[in-house]
């Protein structure tokens, strides 16, 4: 019997290089076989223990215009995108069973739910076989040279053995083939339409990511990389292609090979390379994530050692809405909240400020981040927090000195006026006098 297929797009909103979905096109084509695609748009409004939102509206809004640029290349092969809203497995088991499905194919889940929420996807569609495959790092799973009991401790060891024994192979070249839709007609409600414009550069889709990146290598600034990835703003300053990594709008190894052919052709230096060794700090946060999922969310990590923080409602709310008393932490947060975007260096600046200035459990701020930031990336966050909360194992908590920081990386105070950063409360804690005896 031909097998009825159903791809579910996740963290791999695009179409080149795209291991799974070309499995999947492969399977039915050679099966005559038909296809369906769907994705999912998570709701806005499912809250963590310390009030942050799982989806914000800046990350939100750009998972909308990449699912519209994906429907709207789908539609010359002459399919659809389905749309799952609201209960994920709900949503799910109604489609696999309108589609009659009896495969599934999708990019292997980064996040513990997500992982739950397939095995409960199978489990109650009896009968229906799931196919996971990575379409989001560097590296083969299969590959890898080392598993969760030898996990290198260090980003050094994992470099090493990265640059030593590990190859990122060729991206795919798209076959062209596409199976027959399951079904025609739409199974599920239309996507919403785009409605919020914006001013920044965070456009989702994947051609926009690819134009970018484009833009950025034809710009002369990968040259040059090295000394400024630490600003604090500035559009060249670094990449930027966070956002449609995160998304999976861009495929990682494209652009690892579009980095080693810039180089071929205009030259390596320490900062074409120093790219390079960014992607494969994302590369063992990810593999992090793969192999210690619940870790990822604990206080101590893996490692059961770092800081304790508690809960302060007051301290965090300020620090939400950058009103604490350092005008560096208040430009980033305000420049964040504006924008869904913060430099490397304001992140370390302003998870530093949250942990050891005012004491914060450092999940808190990691869970604002998820809320907050346009290229949220799960094990990438997460795992960054716990780096800096020294977490993460082998290494100590990172505490940053704010003024001495703030005198290097804005000496003339020019990003705190840009972002306001200097209009705030520079009291941190307030006391109701009504509370007080007389
Ligand atoms: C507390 C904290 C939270 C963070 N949360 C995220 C997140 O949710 N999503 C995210 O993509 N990055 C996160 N980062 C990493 C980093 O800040 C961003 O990747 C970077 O600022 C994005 O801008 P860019 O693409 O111009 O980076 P570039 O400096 O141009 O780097 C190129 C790429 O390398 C990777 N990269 C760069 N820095 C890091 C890093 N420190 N760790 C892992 N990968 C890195 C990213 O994929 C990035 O797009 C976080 C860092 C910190 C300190």
Redesign the pocket.
Known sequence: MASRILYLFDQDLRLSDNHALMQACLQACLQAGLLQLVAYLPDNNQGDRFGNLMLGEHRRRFLLESLHHLQQSLSYPGHHLELITGDWLTGMVQLVRACRADKLFCSRPQGYWERRRLKALQQQCGGLEIVQLDTDTLFQHALLPFNHLDFPRSFSKFRTLADSKLKVSEPLLSSGHWPSAISKVRLTPQLPELTATVSSGYIGGESQGMANWQAYLASGHAQS?KET?DRLDGWY???????W??SGCLS?RQVWHQLRDYETRWGANASTGW?AV??L??E??HWYGHFFPKALFLQKGRSGQGLTGCFYPERFRKWCEGNTPWPVVNACMNQLNQTG????RG??L??SALIHEMGIDWRA??GY??QQ?V????P??W???Q??AGAFGGQQPKHFDLAWQTAKHDPAGEFVRLWRGDKADEQLDHTDAADWPC
């Open positions: 990389y990835r300053q670094s990449t930027k292609l966070s956002p990594l995160a990682v790219i960014e992607l700090w994302r063992y946060f975007y913060m430099s490397n992140r370390q302003v998870a701020g990691a981040f998820q930031l290229d949220f990336d799960l990438v966050n795992g960054n927090w780096y800096i």
